[in-house]
């Protein structure tokens, strides 16, 4: 461990492990620190991924690939089923992953690029020069030292304290929290090319339970509600076991997963005086899907990249780093966000009632793109009456 | 004041970033709080996707 980088980088999932690896690529000076002894362990995630946003990063590999998923259903409160096929649209899916192999392998493209790696090291202090974050203090095993670095990347993920020990507001309100359980599932009949989303009050108010497969006869089954609707006996984990207990009592659960995932808006600024914040801890998760490695991975990139011309230039203040900030913003995963956001909280609203009737309404249809947009446009042809309960959402659809 | 059962908490942190105070930390595999800056306000117990969290009387 050197007492300087280029670029320190707190937390080594998929967007600290891309901005390290972009960083390194780049000719920097670059370092993960990782509190937890492994990278992609314990995981806390669903791990679905779409295909094509992961082809922007890199080839898929079997090692890191648990399923090759064709098909999603959706289910609603009564049953009614919303089958959108791979075969049938023409465009693709999505991968499970591996994440505990992933996260090791982008770690390694990091650390082959030049990156330094290390794992049970934790940010316990920004070093702060006036506003200024010069780096981190870090511990490991009980020894704290000082890492410098001309620009800090905060990848901390959903619990997004470094920022916040930096005067950044991460806190989320409990109705953008996603509280989660999820178990790996072994044993059970699964269609082995499906991800499944179950919808309504009695599976999961306000959020959805997955089915997600990760191979012949195994799945990530788990659930997320809002935190502000969990009461005792009402928690994320009651609704599994209840949703186990009926649909797969002979499942053998060989792994048990819990976590919080961040559905708010995007933070309002991204970037500070030698700071940088992706991924999770900068809330940039679909909050439709509650999908955040992609959009870690794309922070992370264009985040080290920005990072890069600041250095050259020799100016890494909060002005020098906004384009970052802009960047992602104006892009496309920028928009998606906002508008999925609006979604999300129209769609909080409705009776379980309504679902089934929206449901019916689109089921059997053929879609030919697999997409949020792509069933909001059809859900809108079939029902456009909702054009005036959406009409604050009518800019964000065309 | 805020009770910590660990033998049900899956340290998974998902109480962390809802805490006003930022009086909570995952640190590696265990949660801690830190008393001094936790005002009992209760918000953690419903983000914990297991109810390993509880608002207790001081005494």
């Known amino acids: ?398 | 004041m805020l009770t910590i059962h660990r033998e049900i908490c899956g340290y998974c942190g998902a109480c962390v970033s809802v805490c006003p105070e930022g009086a909570l930390e995952l640190v590696d595999a265990y949660l801690t709080v830190d008393d001094g800056v936790c005002i009992s306000c209760g918000l953690c117990t419903k983000a914990c996707p297991l109810g390993a969290l509880e608002v207790t009387d001081e005494e």
């Open chain 1, 1 to 398: 461990m050197k007492s300087e980088y280029d670029i320190l980088v707190i937390g080594g999932g998929p967007g600290g492990a891309m901005a390290a690896w972009t960083a390194a690529k780049a000719g920097l000076s670059a370092c993960i620190i990782e509190k937890r002894p492994a990278i992609g362990a314990p995981v806390r995630c669903a791990e679905g991924i779409g295909k094509e946003l992961l082809k922007e990063f890199m080839d898929p590999d079997p090692r890191w690939i648990s399923a090759d998923i064709q098909r999603a259903r959706i289910i609603a409160p009564d049953g009614t089923t919303i089958d959108l096929d791979e075969g049938k649209a023409g465009t693709e899916v999505g991968y499970v992953l591996d994440r505990k192999v992933f996260d090791r392998d982008l770690v390694w493209k990091a650390s082959e690029a030049g990156a330094d790696v290390f794992v049970k090291t934790r940010a316990v202090a920004p070093i702060l020069e006036g506003s200024r974050v010069c780096g981190a203090t870090v511990e490991f095993c009980g020894e704290r030292r000082d890492i410098r670095a001309k620009v800090t990347i905060a990848a901390d993920g959903v619990e997004a304290k470094f920022a916040r020990w930096c005067g950044i507001d991460t806190t989320l309100p409990l109705h953008d929290m996603m509280s989660c359980a999820q178990y790996l599932v072994t044993g059970i009949d699964i269609d082995p090319h499906s991800n499944d989303f179950y919808l309504g009050g009695e599976v999961a108010p306000q959020g959805y339970l997955w089915v997600f497969a990760k191979g012949e006869r195994s799945a990530n089954i788990g659930v997320g509600i809002p935190a502000s609707k969990a009461k005792p006996g009402m928690r994320a984990r009651d609704y599994l076991d209840r949703f186990m207990r009926k649909h797969y009592p002979e499942g053998r659960i060989i792994e048990c997963i819990f976590g919080g995932d961040p559905v708010s808006r995007p933070l309002p600024c991204t970037v500070a005086d030698g700071l940088m914040i992706v991924g999770d801890a900068a809330r940039v998760v679909d909050p439709i899907t509650g999908g955040g490695i992609g959009n870690a991975m794309i922070t992370g990139k264009m985040a080290a990249g920005v990072a890069a011309k600041a250095i050259a230039a020799g100016d890494t203040s909060k002005a020098a780093l906004m384009p970052y900030d802009q960047g992602w913003r104006s892009s496309k995963m920028g928009r998606t966000l906002e508008r999925n956001y609006r979604v999300k909280e129209y769609f909080i609203t409705l009776s379980d009632e309504k679902m089934n009737t929206l449901a019916r309404s689109i089921e059997g249809i053929n879609f030919s793109e697999i997409t949020v947009m792509a069933l909001l446009k059809e859900i809108i042809t079939r029902n456009p009456k909702l054009l005036l309960e959406l009409k604050h959402l009518r800019d964000n659809l065309t």
